[in-house]
Every structure is written in structure tokens, then in C-alpha cells.
């Protein structure tokens, strides 16, 4: 599959990228600055993009599959975050001038813009979304565990507590490359933990 990865140079983007070339996937990595890029492939393109911006994007889209979303953006607090949201609007805009459908994204902590552009994309009916939603998150591998999922902001455990605090960034990434040949968590929210 040809994958367009944004916030690729981040840290749970680095293990998306290179578990996807590892996979067989064809990758065009976007980064703001794409000289943080370590890894070198020959079926991946490493091009500066501004995420923000939907022309910028447009050319990176043009004959592609899917696109994965590890973006982060600091919360401050001076300002309050809105990248999550101007982000997405430029990306669904050439997400549908380049005729692509399949987006996965995924959402770090409980910001209030991540909600808005959880808001935005329910309303976006012509796009195959699903946004991933992991508790803390290690710097760590993929592993071997079993992947548990709930519709939601937390796996819950027979008592309706969360089930763990953190999951490896390794299996965060695992698990959004899985869902590029399923059709399990489109247009929903899902909460995951590793078992």
C-alpha cells in the first residue's frame, strides 16, 4: 500500500515508518524538517510538507492509499493548542481534492482541540477516518502482547478502570498500520492498551 505518514520524524512516527517499510508499504514521510529523518529506504520519500496547508499537502496525497497521523502538537500555556484542528481541515481538504479516503489518527492525551477535531472529522461523511486514542505512552518497541480495543477514551476493566496507564509507542504503531486492512474502526474512536 502507498502511505502518506505525517509527523513522521516523532517519535511514535519513527516506529510507524519504520514498521510500514518493514511491512512492504510504500511510505511518503511529511516533516516539517525532513533532515530529522534517520532512516534511509528505498521505498521511502522523505518531503517537507506544511500540514497546515492544503495546496502544500495536495502533491504529497496525489497517488496514495491512506494517510496516518502521529502528529503532536505541546500544549502551552500561554496559547491554547489548535493544530490539531487546522492540521486536519488542510489534510481532509486534499485528502478529497486527491480522491483518497482512508485516515488514521491518532490522539495522545485529553486536549480540548483533539476533541474539536474528533467534532470535525463526525461530520466528515465522504471520509473512512478512525481516531486512535492510546493512555501514556513509552518510548518503547513494538512487543508481541495482545492488543485489547474499546469504543471510547479507555479500555475498561471489569470494573470500569482504565486497564494501564501506558502502552509502548512501538505497539501504538503496530496497531494503526493493522487497521489499513480492516474495516473495524472506521468513523469511531477507539481507545487501546496492551493486555
Known amino acids: 500500500m502507498r502511505i502518506v505518514v505525517l509527523g513522521a520524524t516523532g517519535q511514535t512516527g519513527q516506529y510507524l515508518v519504520n514498521q510500514a517499510l518493514h511491512q512492504g508499504h510504500v511510505v ?11 532512516v534511509m529506504h528505498d521505498k521511502l520519500q522523505v518531503v517537507e510538507g506544511n500540514i497546515f496547508s492544503e495546496e502544500s499537502l495536495k502533491p504529497l496525497f496525489k497517488d496514495h492509499d491512506a494517510v496516518i497521523s502521529c502528529l503532536g502538537f505541546p500544549a502551552s500555556a500561554f496559547s491554547g493548542v489548535t493544530g490539531y484542528t487546522q492540521s486536519m481541515k488542510a489534510v481532509i481538504g486534499a485528502m478529497r481534492e486527491t480522491k483518497m479516503n482512508r485516515l488514521i489518527a491518532m490522539t495522545s492525551c485529553v486536549l480540548t482541540n483533539m476533541y474539536e477535531m474528533e ?6 461523511d465522504d471520509i473512512n477516518w478512525t481516531v486512535v486514542r492510546p493512555p501514556g505512552l513509552k518510548n518503547e518497541s513494538a512487543t508481541a502482547k495482545e492488543i485489547l480495543t ?4 479507555f479500555v475498561p476493566d ?3 478502570s482504565p486497564i494501564g496507564q501506558t502502552i509502548a509507542r512501538g505497539d501504538v504503531a503496530r496497531f494503526m498500520l493493522s487497521l489499513l486492512n480492516s474495516n473495524a ?5 477507539v481507545a487501546m492498551i496492551t493486555k
Not at 119 to 124: E, G, M, Q, V, Y
Not at 150 to 153: A, L, M, S
Not at 185 to 189: E, I, M, N, S, T
Open 158 to 160: 471489569e470494573r470500569g
Open 28 to 38: 511518503t514521510a511529511v516533516a516539517r524538517n525532513p533532515g530529522k529523518m534517520t
Open 150 to 153: 474499546h469504543e471510547g477514551y
Open 119 to 124: 467534532n470535525f472529522l463526525k461530520d466528515t
Open 185 to 189: 474502526w472506521v468513523k469511531k474512536g
